[in-house]
């Protein structure tokens, strides 16, 4: 395993990370002691930097259980900012909460990387910092950084704060951070953690044509595994793994080692469901493509994009304009598909499509019925005229 200094820091991580995100059952059930001998593995292996989050139910208790022999080897990162009804709060009194309660679950007495997870615009950026300072000053934690944020937002944090890292989804399926994310933390010297860097399995070489996720797998909705963005995820899968080949390498492999050479990457966190799966992810620590290799995929990357953007225009003003699909759940996803569309897109400001979200989400909760979806069908749809 190799490591890379996190700038502006102390913090020093291995290349590849290790997530808990998929401990929420967000791709399926998973057996917490099973996940723990993962973690414990690939301590033995390399891994030194960990990240899970406040509210990914059950999973600070199982990382804080598995790395207790080694807590002084290893870097802990947890996050702040949703609560439990699935709100936003970073008001000082919530980060101050919130980490002690990170604090108890892990079984630690601090916090190596606090990060914000998601925005709140009601609380301005200074307030948070400042909790975030004084939480620092205590020896609660020893850095902190920001995540999932929109790039205006990013750019306040690194230009007046004491943040070091952005936390944001890169892989070679999913490179929109490399037009608005990664140029500000190269500005500003801050580090990019990198999540996601397989796209959620679509780059592994393991998802083919037609495949079914389980029940309860969220990439059945994931904008990521609909048409048009999940065979332009299979091409660029083919061609990591046909240079992956050359090498004696997976697809995966190709795909974590294509992350890791973008500028300002520090650490390219996986979240491994096995084993197997884990020692095949960290085999692409110290694997370098070659500078042929990268601009392959550079030509493919822009063709992709021309391809993309034109497909995903049309199905957004196909979804819009004309009545919704008759069956309430391919209706609900033709919705989620454009919400995608217009975030990646900025045609719709991160606050407002939350305000969006939560509608369709409870339509989903309560199940999704025709008028309701008419009614999100209609907010975006002037939204997008705004």
């Not at 069908?377 to 005229?385: A, G």
Request: include cysteine; proline fraction near 4%; glycine fraction near 10%.
């Amino acid at each position: 395993m190799r490591y890379r200094k996190l700038p502006k820091s102390e913090l020093t991580l291995s290349e590849i990370g290790l997530g808990c995100y998929s401990l929420t059952g967000a791709y399926g059930r998973k057996d917490g002691e099973a996940f723990a001998r993962v973690l414990r593995r690939a301590f033995e292996l390399g891994v030194t930097f960990f990240d899970t989050a406040d509210h990914y139910t059950g999973a600070s208790e199982v990382l804080g259980q598995a790395v207790k022999g080694f807590r002084d080897k290893v870097v802990i990162a947890t996050k702040v900012g949703v609560t439990e009804d699935g709100g936003r709060d970073l008001s000082p009194a919530h980060v101050k909460a919130s980490c002690e309660d990170s604090l108890r679950r892990l079984g630690t007495d601090h916090v190596d990387l606090f990060q914000v997870h998601f925005d709140d615009p009601r609380t301005p950026v200074a307030e948070t910092a400042g909790a975030m300072e004084e939480l620092r000053a205590a020896g609660k934690i020893r850095e902190y950084g920001v995540g999932h944020l929109p790039p205006e937002r990013v750019a306040e944090w690194l230009a007046t704060t004491g943040a070091v890292s952005v936390m944001m989804e890169l892989s070679a399926a999913t490179r929109a951070s490399r037009r608005g994310l990664l140029p500000l933390c190269t500005r500003h010297g801050a580090g990019a953690l990198a999540f996601s860097v397989t796209a959620r399995g679509l780059l592994t070489g393991r998802i083919r044509p037609g495949h079914v996720f389980e029940e309860g797998d969220i990439r059945r909705i994931d904008a990521l595994f609909q048409e048009g963005s999940f065979e332009s995820g299979l091409r660029v899968a083919a061609k990591l793994g046909e240079i992956g080949a050359k090498h004696g390498k997976t697809p995966a492999q190709a795909a974590i080692a294509w992350v890791l050479a973008q500028p300002g990457v520090v650490s390219a966190l996986t979240g491994p469901s096995s084993l197997g799966h884990l020692e095949e992810n960290l085999g692409a620590s110290g694997f370098a493509l070659g500078p042929d290799e990268l601009a392959e995929l550079e030509a493919l990357f822009s063709r992709e994009d021309e391809s993309l953007a034109a497909f995903r225009r049309g199905r957004m003003e196909a979804v819009l304009s004309g009545p919704l699909d008759p069956d309430p759940n391919a209706a609900w996803k033709d919705l989620v598909f454009v919400m995608e569309a217009a975030a990646e897109f900025g045609l719709i400001g991160e606050a407002r499509l939350l305000e969006i979200a939560r509608p369709l989400l409870g339509a989903r909760r309560k199940g999704a019925q025709a008028a309701d979806l008419a009614d999100v069908q209609r907010l975006l749809r002037e939204s997008l005229k705004a």
